[in-house]
């Protein structure tokens, strides 16, 4: 393994040098340094839009870890079809590999490879010559290499959305389609502050409350969402083509939060009933609705995974049916970050 | 006999009275809660079944024979499901150390849930060889 390994992540460094980056901007993410290298003006105006609030002007130590962002394909020995993982590829099964230096993830949706090594705090992600990139990519650019790094770094880089006020947030989680994003999204315009819509990264620490942090200014939204309901002051960048497909936004700056310590976790459920309903759970009930998506959406590390997880639910969760009425769903929330302990209507 | 974990498939964790098992490679969650969470935890600590049916039927003297009966059933449901292996690289070589605290004996159940499996088919990965890396054509 070393020797293929090896040989594989000294590509990052090779294809690294032989570049002049358009683009270098330092973000600054759960205290750790990132630098960004960015090969194209094309590309850099596609990925660099949702870490605009993470940017920092601290360069006075080395990077934790350097990304470069290639326009162009792979290097050969990167190549889908020069391995003999090359049948899954050719099947449309994406590619991962793992051990404690790094990570390789050949997505066979989009062509695009990621490749990161620990070891030397390096990754290389290469989007393809002309990359028009895919909404969900351009939202949570670099995805793979982040939640690889993090969680060597014992934080969880979670799929769920997260909203504070009053100095707290509530992670709010469920599978695709549960009205995550909707119900953040809703709320960041009616005066809460946003951390995400899709994915935040969960920070447990022994004795204090888990923190939450905005990895991407970004969000997403179905555009028959917003055409029932339209949000004032989104600033839309690229908007889905198909009516069934998400359009992908940036929320106003100015209620983007960066941190907040964890309160509580909400479940939303489409119920769609005229008042909202809240339910009480078990923190096992809310893991058991987490792990689906969470372990789905990111593989590897599963059981420092799980671990994070159940450290980070250690506080109230509840399930929410939510009303057709968006007003109403977001009062539930404001009760829930209110200076009282809210009882909720019935436990389960 | 032992048994131990293969934690390239399975995750394990346990909170307050209920240990949840989750096979993530084929979408399957377990929920394994009092006495089934300390028995999968004593398992897991690489204790003997031997020692650990002792450790039960002495807890119960009057249900000794039902209560053993009980627990090698429920073992070997653990095998079946794959969440529990005899391979000894599997096996924990470093068991914790607080000793598990044992609450009065009930049936060990095994609850399964398979609600991740469709997840998991919509994006499948696949690790490529035994140790994680691809290996080159030829």
Redesign the interface.
Known sequence: ?AG??GN?FDEIGRAARSIDAFSVFRVSLAGHELEIRIESEDLSAQLKPAFEHLETSQRDRQADLTITAFDRPPPEPLSAT?????Q?HQTS???????ERGM?YIDSLTGIVSLLDAQSSQAGVWFGPDARVPIWIAAAPFLRVLDAFYIRNGKLLCHGAAIAKNERAVLIIG?GGAGKSTLAIRACCSGFDYLGDDYVLLHPSAGSPTNVFSIYRSGKLARADLASAPIAGLDIQQEAEDPTEKSYFLPNPESIRLLAPLAAIVQPQRRLIDEPRLLQCP??HA??AA???V???L?GC??R???IL?RA?DVPCYQLHLSFDHRKNIAVLDRILGENALAATTDI | MRFGVD?TRI???T??D?A?V?D?QM?T?F?LRDSAAEIWELLTGSMPVDDLISLYRSDNPEQAQAVESEIRTFIAELVAANLLSRDESFFNVDPQQTPIKRGPFSKPLLEK?D??SE??M????????E???????G
Do not use: C
């Open positions: 393994m293929a390994g594989l020069h391995w003999l993982s090359a899954n099964q994406s590619v991962r590999a793992m051990d390789l599978p923190a096992s893991i058991r792990i689906p998506s372990l789905s959406q593989q599963e059981q995974k799980v671990e159940t639910f | 934690k995750a394990h964790q909170i307050g209920e949840i989750v993530f979408g969650y929920s849930f609600d991740m997840l998991i919509l994006d499948p990965v696949h690790d490529v060889t140790h994680g890396w691809p290996h080159k054509i």
